[in-house]
């Protein structure tokens, strides 16, 4: 899974300033899943993403959060005005087709910290 | 609502003894169920999966079993290994075609003592 790039690993953020995660998938790759791990939980879906198109964003919260994958360059999701309960890790998949249960492979995710 | 659960959020278990991690579902719909390994600070590394047309697959030392009457999932690792110790996350998928999005447990952390 070292194929797939997140960064930064870590992001440090204070209360109302904006987050932006980055996830490069791997060579090949035009599907991307985004997850959330808060602490002591496991990851819960928020967002799946083709190029260009968001297909699935059902677990996003409503407000503050957004995500994109533009034809070139890698996904973003970005949330503003943060607030700590946004601190988590946030890990995103990817995969060479929609068959994410038998092909995605996760990167080792970015770590926000909302102070 | 929690749609698969990992009831035990820590086990300890001898090198070279088995370890058994179990897993709950409620979701009838789930069709294929994988098993994910976390070292601290990776993402989540697949290991095995199984399809609900089986009841058992077999890779090396781990083992799945499905049993869907009950809804339940375990995962065998045997002999366990010092390099085993990590969390392991159940995860489950509906079939969606164009969407296959994972539900995940909330991990149990394995610790193999030497």
């Known amino acids: 899974n070292a194929g797939v790039m997140q960064n930064p690993r870590h992001l440090v953020r204070r209360r109302g300033q904006e987050a932006r995660l980055r996830c490069s998938p791997m060579?090949?790759?035009?599907?991307v899943y985004w997850y959330r791990q808060l602490p002591e939980e496991g990851l819960k879906f928020m967002v799946y993403?083709?190029?260009?198109?968001?297909?699935?964003e059902s677990g996003m919260p409503k407000e503050r959060f957004s995500a994109e994958f533009p034809k070139e360059g890698p996904s973003i999701l970005r949330i503003q005005q943060v607030v700590r309960g946004d601190s988590a890790a946030y890990f995103c998949a990817s995969s060479p087709t929609d068959r994410v249960r038998t092909e995605a492979f996760f990167g080792q995710g970015t770590r926000l910290t909302v102070v | 609502d929690q749609q698969v659960k990992q009831n035990s959020p820590s086990l300890s278990v001898q090198e070279g003894r088995i370890s058994i991690l179990n897993c709950d579902y409620t979701n009838s719909m789930f069709d294929y169920f994988l098993w994910y390994k976390k070292y601290p600070a990776e993402g989540p590394t697949f290991l095995i999966s199984?399809?609900?047309?089986?009841d058992k697959n077999e890779d090396g030392r781990f083992t799945v079993f499905l049993n869907k009457s009950a809804k339940h999932l375990s995962l065998h690792i045997v002999p366990s290994q010092p390099g085993d110790s990590a969390v392991y996350f159940c995860a489950a998928s509906a079939p969606n075609f164009g969407n296959e999005k994972l539900t995940f447990g909330t991990g149990t952390r394995l610790t193999i003592i030497p």
């Open positions: 199984i399809s609900s047309i089986k």
């Open positions: 993403l083709q190029k260009e198109n968001i297909i699935d």
């Open positions: 060579k090949g790759h035009s599907h």
